[in-house]
Protein backbone atom coordinates (compact mmCIF):
# COMPACT_ATOMS: atom_id res chain seq x y z
CA UNK A 1 0.00 0.00 0.00
CA UNK A 2 1.11 3.38 -1.15
CA UNK A 3 1.71 5.84 1.66
CA UNK A 4 -1.02 8.16 0.44
CA UNK A 5 -3.30 4.79 1.04
CA UNK A 6 -2.07 4.39 4.23
CA UNK A 7 -2.77 7.74 5.41
CA UNK A 8 -6.36 7.69 3.85
CA UNK A 9 -6.77 4.82 5.68
CA UNK A 10 -5.25 5.70 9.04
CA UNK A 11 -7.47 9.05 8.80
CA UNK A 12 -10.59 6.90 8.47
CA UNK A 13 -9.63 4.86 11.48
CA UNK A 14 -8.90 7.83 13.58
CA UNK A 15 -12.31 9.41 12.49
CA UNK A 16 -13.87 6.59 13.65
CA UNK A 17 -12.21 6.36 17.30
CA UNK A 18 -13.42 10.03 17.18
CA UNK A 19 -16.88 9.52 16.42
CA UNK A 20 -16.46 7.07 19.15
CA UNK A 21 -15.31 9.10 21.94
CA UNK A 22 -17.38 11.64 20.87
CA UNK A 23 -20.15 9.80 21.44
CA UNK A 24 -19.37 8.82 24.56
CA UNK A 25 -18.79 11.89 25.72
CA UNK A 26 -21.99 13.35 24.23
CA UNK A 27 -23.78 10.63 26.55
CA UNK A 28 -22.53 11.80 29.55
CA UNK A 29 -22.39 15.51 29.13
CA UNK A 30 -26.16 15.12 27.80
CA UNK A 31 -27.40 13.29 30.77
CA UNK A 32 -27.93 16.26 32.90
CA UNK A 33 -29.78 17.82 29.99
CA UNK A 34 -33.46 17.87 29.01
CA UNK A 35 -32.92 15.90 25.34
CA UNK A 36 -30.93 13.53 24.61
CA UNK A 37 -28.13 13.58 21.69
CA UNK A 38 -30.25 12.76 18.29
CA UNK A 39 -33.26 14.66 20.31
CA UNK A 40 -30.80 17.30 20.15
CA UNK A 41 -29.35 16.63 16.81
CA UNK A 42 -32.99 16.72 15.05
CA UNK A 43 -34.02 20.00 17.11
CA UNK A 44 -31.01 21.42 16.29
CA UNK A 45 -31.45 20.72 12.42
CA UNK A 46 -34.49 22.68 12.43
CA UNK A 47 -32.49 25.44 13.68
CA UNK A 48 -30.25 26.54 10.62
CA UNK A 49 -33.43 28.04 8.54
CA UNK A 50 -36.00 28.20 11.62
CA UNK A 51 -38.60 29.25 8.88
CA UNK A 52 -38.43 26.01 6.75
CA UNK A 53 -40.91 23.47 7.54
CA UNK A 54 -39.92 19.78 6.92
CA UNK A 55 -41.99 16.35 6.89
CA UNK A 56 -40.54 13.13 8.46
CA UNK A 57 -39.69 11.75 5.30
CA UNK A 58 -37.64 14.57 4.42
CA UNK A 59 -36.14 14.72 7.91
CA UNK A 60 -35.59 11.14 7.80
CA UNK A 61 -33.65 11.01 4.82
CA UNK A 62 -31.02 14.08 5.27
CA UNK A 63 -30.71 13.01 9.14
CA UNK A 64 -30.08 9.45 7.49
CA UNK A 65 -32.51 7.93 10.28
CA UNK A 66 -34.82 5.33 9.42
CA UNK A 67 -38.89 6.37 9.52
CA UNK A 68 -39.20 4.88 13.24
CA UNK A 69 -36.75 6.21 14.52
CA UNK A 70 -37.01 9.22 13.49
CA UNK A 71 -40.89 9.61 14.03
CA UNK A 72 -40.40 8.68 17.62
CA UNK A 73 -37.99 11.50 18.61
CA UNK A 74 -39.99 13.96 16.73
CA UNK A 75 -43.04 12.59 18.79
CA UNK A 76 -40.82 13.59 21.78
CA UNK A 77 -40.32 16.95 20.56
CA UNK A 78 -44.29 17.69 19.50
CA UNK A 79 -44.97 16.48 23.28
CA UNK A 80 -42.37 18.87 24.74
CA UNK A 81 -43.74 21.96 22.10
CA UNK A 82 -39.95 22.11 20.80
CA UNK A 83 -41.94 21.30 17.50
CA UNK A 84 -45.23 22.38 15.82
CA UNK A 85 -47.10 20.24 13.04
CA UNK A 86 -48.95 21.97 10.55
CA UNK A 87 -51.31 20.47 8.07
CA UNK A 88 -51.12 20.83 4.57
CA UNK A 89 -53.85 22.47 3.38
CA UNK A 90 -54.67 20.44 0.23
CA UNK A 91 -53.59 17.00 1.82
CA UNK A 92 -54.59 16.44 5.31
CA UNK A 93 -53.00 13.68 5.66
CA UNK A 94 -49.37 15.26 5.10
CA UNK A 95 -48.23 17.33 8.24
CA UNK A 96 -45.31 19.88 8.04
CA UNK A 97 -42.91 19.79 11.11
CA UNK A 98 -41.58 23.52 12.31
CA UNK A 99 -39.42 24.70 15.20
CA UNK A 100 -40.94 26.52 18.29
CA UNK A 101 -39.72 29.08 19.70
CA UNK A 102 -39.48 27.36 22.89
CA UNK A 103 -37.30 24.94 20.76
CA UNK A 104 -34.80 27.59 19.41
CA UNK A 105 -34.88 28.87 22.67
CA UNK A 106 -33.55 25.24 24.41
CA UNK A 107 -31.24 24.77 21.32
CA UNK A 108 -29.46 27.77 22.56
CA UNK A 109 -29.36 26.90 26.10
CA UNK A 110 -28.24 23.65 25.44
CA UNK A 111 -25.23 25.12 23.18
CA UNK A 112 -24.44 27.40 26.22
CA UNK A 113 -24.79 24.23 28.72
CA UNK A 114 -22.18 22.67 26.55
CA UNK A 115 -19.50 25.60 25.31
CA UNK A 116 -17.28 25.15 28.54
CA UNK A 117 -17.06 21.40 27.60
CA UNK A 118 -16.06 22.44 23.96
CA UNK A 119 -13.65 25.28 25.39
CA UNK A 120 -12.34 22.91 27.10
CA UNK A 121 -11.89 20.52 24.31
CA UNK A 122 -9.89 22.85 22.16
CA UNK A 123 -8.40 24.80 25.27
CA UNK A 124 -4.97 23.51 23.71
CA UNK A 125 -5.69 23.98 20.26
CA UNK A 126 -4.01 27.25 18.54
CA UNK A 127 -7.22 29.81 16.35
CA UNK A 128 -5.55 28.70 13.64
CA UNK A 129 -5.36 24.91 13.81
CA UNK A 130 -9.23 25.32 14.78
CA UNK A 131 -9.88 27.63 11.53
CA UNK A 132 -8.34 24.77 9.44
CA UNK A 133 -9.76 21.80 11.48
CA UNK A 134 -13.01 23.71 10.89
CA UNK A 135 -12.38 23.88 6.62
CA UNK A 136 -10.84 20.41 6.59
CA UNK A 137 -14.35 19.24 7.90
CA UNK A 138 -16.61 21.14 6.70
CA UNK A 139 -14.83 19.99 3.22
CA UNK A 140 -15.46 16.46 4.18
CA UNK A 141 -18.86 17.22 5.63
CA UNK A 142 -20.03 19.00 2.15
CA UNK A 143 -18.32 15.95 0.16
CA UNK A 144 -20.31 13.27 2.02
CA UNK A 145 -23.52 15.34 1.80
CA UNK A 146 -23.34 15.54 -1.67
CA UNK A 147 -22.40 11.74 -1.98
CA UNK A 148 -24.83 10.04 0.02
CA UNK A 149 -25.76 7.15 -2.33
CA UNK A 150 -21.59 7.29 -4.06
CA UNK A 151 -19.79 4.10 -3.08
CA UNK A 152 -16.67 2.69 -4.51
CA UNK A 153 -16.26 -1.15 -3.93
Known sequence: MN???QTEAKLIVQLGIVRQ???TREAALFSSLPLNPSQFGVLNHFTHKPDRSWTVTDLARVMEMNQ???TKIISVLLEKNLLESISDIEDKRRRYLKITSQG???????????MPDISHLFSNWQDEELNQMQEHTEKLMRWLDNHRDDFTK
Request: proline share 5%.
Open 21 to 23: LMA
Open 104 to 114: LRLCEETMASL
Open 3 to 5: IRK
Open 68 to 70: PGI
